[in-house]
């Protein structure tokens, strides 16, 4: 399931993920699940037709990334795999960081990043500042934690988050 929360410059998309990494870290091995959420640059292109078409728009260059996730074999809500991705460069994440706050709060530590644009531009050495996206995605970071939430039980009821059919790919998202 892909959810796309979307305002002047800035988008957020949030998915059910299904993942075993190829070259885990000690203690990471096996498959996990969860939710992913990104923060993402989205582009407005230019009308295709006449002034009645739809605007063609795209979620755009990475900025951020979240996978709240946890071992498939593990406790539900243990939230043992959750990490971050503060820095892209290009299209491809900075390595997995693991934070103790994350962990322990995954929701509220996701509403407070969410309510500070500027905050997470930054530390994803992201130059330009978007105002009207900081004070809009700040109202409704409580949507998109409320999606987040549903998702994550639905990975938990079984019904997102499942294992790609057998031979298929090692990673299985709804919008990757």
């Known amino acids: 399931m892909l959810y796309v929360f979307g305002f002047e410059r800035i988008g957020v998309a949030?998915?059910?993920?299904?993942?075993?990494?190829?070259?885990?870290?000690?203690?990471?091995?096996?498959?996990?699940h969860g939710v992913r959420?990104?923060?993402?640059?989205?582009?407005?292109?230019?009308?295709?037709?006449?002034?009645?078409?739809?605007?063609p728009i795209s979620l755009g260059r990475p900025i951020w990334r979240v996978d709240l996730l946890e071992s498939v074999d593990g406790r539900p809500g243990s939230f043992d795999r959750t990490h971050h991705h503060p820095v892209f460069t290009d299209w491809n994440p900075g390595p997995?960081?693991?934070?103790?706050?994350?962990?322990?709060?995954?929701?509220?530590?996701?509403?407070?990043?969410?309510?500070?644009?500027?905050?997470?531009l930054k530390q994803a050495n992201v130059d330009e500042t978007y105002p009207q996206d900081a004070v809009a995605l700040r109202e409704r970071a409580h949507e998109i934690i409320s999606c987040v939430e549903g998702a994550l039980a639905d990975v938990r009821a079984g019904r997102l988050g499942t294992a790609p059919p057998e031979g298929g790919d090692s990673i299985r998202a709804s919008w990757l």
């Open 96 to 120: 997995r960081v693991f934070a103790r706050d994350l962990s322990a709060d995954p929701l509220g530590w996701l509403a407070e990043r969410l309510s500070d644009l500027d905050g997470v």
């Open 37 to 55: 959420v990104e923060l993402r640059m989205l582009d407005q292109g230019e009308l295709q037709g006449t002034v009645y078409a739809a605007r």
């Open 14 to 32: 949030v998915s059910d993920l299904y993942f075993v990494d190829p070259q885990p870290n000690k203690g990471q091995e096996g498959p996990e």
